[in-house]
C-alpha cells in the first residue's frame, strides 16, 4: 500500500543534540512538507520542498533543516539552535503542489520528539 | 493571508445525536477548504473538501460538511454521532498565493477536540 513513512516514532534527546526524523513516501508525489503540531497551536509549517534538490523555509525553520536529495525522502534535524524543540511532527505530501493540485495532503503517522 | 478558525476547543455530544464541529474562513478569491480528523498519536486523515459546485460536501465516515459563502463558514456535520467519533478534527484551507511561487500549502486551523459520551 502507498503512503508516508516516519521514524522513529518516539525520540528523546538531552539538551544540545541534533537529531534528525525520517519521512518516506512511496506516493511519487512530488511536494513534501514538514509540519509541527503544538497543543492548542494546529498544525505550523516548518519546511516544503516541491522538487528534488529544492527546498524552502515556511512559517517557523528557525532550528530546524532539511535536504531532499531523492523524490522520496525528506528528512527532518531538529538542531540544538531550535529553542523549545519538544513537539508532534508531521510529515506530509502532496501530488504536486502546484496551482492545479486540489491541495489534499497525505500525512504520516508523525514523530513525537522528547527533549530531556 | 488566508486562514481558518474553529472557535471552539472541544464540543460534546451524545451518542446517537447530530454532531456540528464549526469552521470560519478568511480567503481572497475562491476558497478550497478541507477536513481532516486526528486520532491520538496519529496523524492526520482526510475527511473531505470542498472545492467547487455542490455546498454539501459529503465525506468518509458518514460525515458531511456544509459550505455557506454569505457566512464564510464551513461546518462539519454528522446526523448522528458515534463513540468513535471522538477524535481532533482540523479545518484547512488552501493558500496558492504563499510566496508568489504558485506554490501551495494548508493553513489549518487550531482544531476542535469532538467528544462523544455513550
Known amino acids: 500500500d502507498g503512503g508516508i513513512t516516519q521514524s522513529p516514532k518516539y525520540l528523546f534527546r538531552k539538551e544540545g543534540q541534533n537529531v534528525t526524523l525520517s519521512c518516506e513516501q512511496n506516493?511519487?508525489?512530488?511536494?513534501m512538507y514538514w509540519y509541527r503540531q503544538d497543543p492548542g497551536q494546529g498544525l505550523r509549517l516548518i519546511y516544503y520542498s516541491q522538487i528534488v534538490n529544492d527546498f524552502q523555509k515556511g512559517d517557523i525553520a528557525e532550528g530546524y533543516s532539511v535536504s531532499r536529495e531523492k523524490k522520496e525522502s525528506f528528512p527532518l534535524t531538529v538542531t540544538s539552535a531550535q529553542k523549545n524543540p519538544t513537539a508532534f511532527y508531521l510529515c506530509?505530501?502532496?501530488?504536486?503542489?502546484?496551482?492545479?493540485?486540489?491541495?489534499?495532503?497525505?500525512f504520516g503517522e508523525g514523530s513525537r520528539l522528547t527533549v530531556l | 493571508a488566508q486562514s481558518v478558525a474553529q472557535p471552539e476547543d472541544q464540543v460534546n455530544v451524545a451518542e446517537g445525536n447530530p454532531l456540528t464541529v464549526k469552521c470560519t474562513y478568511s480567503?481572497?478569491?475562491?476558497?478550497?477548504l478541507f477536513w481532516y480528523v486526528q486520532y491520538p498519536n496519529r496523524g492526520l486523515q482526510f475527511l473531505l473538501k470542498y472545492i467547487t459546485g455542490d455546498n454539501l460536501v459529503k465525506g468518509s465516515y458518514g460525515f458531511e460538511a456544509e459550505f455557506n459563502k454569505s457566512q464564510t463558514s464551513f461546518h462539519l456535520k454528522k446526523p448522528s454521532a458515534l463513540v468513535s467519533d471522538s477524535a481532533l478534527y482540523f479545518c484547512a484551507v488552501r493558500d496558492i498565493n504563499w510566496g508568489n511561487t504558485g506554490f501551495q500549502k494548508l493553513v489549518f486551523g487550531t482544531g476542535t477536540r469532538l467528544l462523544v459520551s455513550p
Open positions: 506516493l511519487n508525489h512530488d511536494a
Open positions: 506530509a505530501s502532496m501530488a504536486s503542489g502546484g496551482r492545479r493540485e486540489t491541495g489534499e495532503l497525505f
Open positions: 480567503v481572497s478569491g475562491n476558497p478550497y
